[in-house]
């Protein structure tokens, strides 16, 4: 006789999004989207510009509403807004393109602000964990530093820091290297496959092949708005299996 899981001891995916639309005006950017990504996971997105990659990002900690459909972080349904909300958004960690760091404040002080204001931290303890985290990203010799003092690569890990000092259970990146300088894109990408190897569950929408098949467990191919492919890194670059993907990634790689 073979085991059958218990269904109740099943966790709930870490991230879920069933039948999510969502339109800007007359253009339909997301459509019927259905994802589970498991805790521990790390999904890469990709796909050509326009597809819709970075309002999925988006949609999960709700910085884009959703026409339609069903968004949860462990577990939990995404709240509309409010007291709510905010508690949920704190468990999702999010660095952008642009690192949005506080000009007027030191590179410590950027990491510690949010578990202070948002998750009440005694100072003491904040600085300690701040620390530890800018150490983790290689800069903790920064610290006293400011924003424009810092190479844009640097600046990047200070934002995964502030990101990871809310210990969030997710962490989405919407292109994190794009607006770097090639020879600091490495020093970011090597924070992000740390993370990836100590468990954390991420969501990374990148144009950055080398890392995907390094610290990804799936690739997502979007196009016009839909999951097109979700698959193993290694048979998503060596056989693609529909038209679009293998396009994209003709035109791509050949670079």
């Known amino acids: 006789m073979t085991d059958v899981a218990d269904p109740i001891s099943i966790p ?7 039948n999510v639309d969502k339109h800007f005006g007359s ?8 994802l589970e990504v498991p805790k521990g996971q790390v999904v890469i997105v990709v796909g050509p510009s326009g597809s819709g990659k970075s309002t999925l ?9 959703i026409d ?13 807004e409010g007291k709510a909300l905010a508690k949920l958004r704190a468990d999702v960690g999010m ?24 998750r009440r931290v005694d100072k003491t303890a904040a600085r300690a964990r701040a620390l530890e985290l800018l150490d983790r990203v290689g800069i903790a010799n920064q610290a006293d530093k400011y924003p424009a003092q810092l190479s844009g690569g640097q600046q990047q890990r200070v934002a995964i820091a502030r990101a990871l000092a809310m210990s969030p259970k997710v ?16 020093e970011v990408l090597e924070v992000m496959v ?11 929408v990148t144009h950055e092949m080398g890392f995907a098949r390094r610290a990804g467990n799936r690739v997502l ?11 193993e890194p290694e048979s998503f670059f060596t056989a693609p299996k529909s038209d679009r993907a293998r396009d994209f990634l003709g035109k791509i790689l050949s670079h």
């Open 221 to 231: 191919f979007m196009a016009d708005g839909q999951i097109v492919e979700d698959t």
């Open 95 to 118: 660095v952008f393109q642009q690192f949005n760091l506080f000009a007027h404040k030191t590179i410590l002080d950027n990491v510690m602000l949010a578990p202070v204001k948002v």
């Open 27 to 34: 253009l339909h950017v997301l459509r019927d989207i259905n």
């Open 57 to 65: 990002c988006r949609t999960i900690n709700r910085l884009e509403t």
């Open 12 to 18: 709930a995916p870490m991230i879920s999004m069933r």
């Open 194 to 204: 740390g993370l990836a190897k100590d468990g954390m569950t991420m969501l990374v």
């Open 171 to 186: 962490m989405l990146f919407d292109e994190p290297t794009s607006a770097l300088d090639p020879e600091m894109v490495s």
């Open 68 to 80: 339609s459909g069903e968004i949860a972080v462990d577990g939990v349904k995404l709240p509309e």
